[in-house]
């Protein structure tokens, strides 16, 4: 795969819910981001979303969209129990992929999506665009550069306050229903950037009839004594804020720490500092571009959203699932990876 000789990137879009409108929305702005193509299950899906976009072809199906000699990567923005087979066609078409979190249903299929790219030599990443925020790196480098001394504790939550009817597809198991999966992913994630993969895992849930987690928190432990207090539900508005706790100082993350406007770092003798992001924060046009910095560079890893990253984040979210006795209905083995 590679990239016009104009450095132009062409996406393909699968799927054509709502975080594919805002993503295609976003790549309006990003300059040599063209939209080539669009799939969904069904043609009038498809066409449908081509027209409100300005979208030249439309494909009632997959295969067409992979076959598509003028896409250079496709977006899997299908819910997340569809990112196997999904990103995994893509792949073994010859395809580029960005895949929405989280990023498979469990490690064992996010384990064999990552070897898939490295075998064939082709671009995975994770669309976890908390990651690419200016303001999450900001953060992420104060801490690694020991602003707040050794992190001792960190915090985050993220909660909606529903309540999601049994029929919704977040209280189905046959598309990995549940608060985890949805919205857990990111307390985890901000956790595991700041201090990487837990050496233990503890977690309490309440589960729905249908056996999906609606409120879930977690305590994660690092060796280095540090750990971390996650939570989140599909039953309560939490308040949706981080901090980072260090042997020297803090840092406060204000509500919807996984795109913050703002963050402040209390040093010890100091005076409170403020970083302010002046960019939208919302916008998913970051991960775009890391993804098109990637391809133009001949990258099949992004250094921003690392791969072995990824598989760990989906190693904690099988363990926390095991604490818990949240079980969907593909998975056969007889035990989930454990931390």
Known sequence: ???????????????????????????????????????????????AFADRFGIGRAYGGWDGLFADPEVDVVYVATPHHAHREAAGRALEAGKAVLCEKAFTLNAREAEELVALSRERGLFLMEAMWMYCNPLIRRLAELVGDGAIGDVRTVQADFGLAGPFDPGHRLRDPAVGGGALLDLGVYPVSFAQLLLGEPDSVQAHARLSPEGVDLNTGMLLGWASGASALLSCSLEADTPLTASVTGTRGRIDVPRGFFFPERFTLLRDGAEPEEFVNADDPHSMRHEAAEVMRCLRAGETESPLVPLDGTLAVMRTLDAVRDRVGVRYPREQEPELTRV
């Open 1 to 47: 795969m590679t990239t016009r000789t104009d450095g132009g990137v062409r996406w393909g879009i699968l799927a054509t819910g709502g975080i594919a409108e805002r993503f295609v929305t976003d790549l309006a702005g990003l300059d040599g981001a063209e939209v080539v193509a669009v799939a969904s299950r069904t043609e009038a899906s498809a066409r």
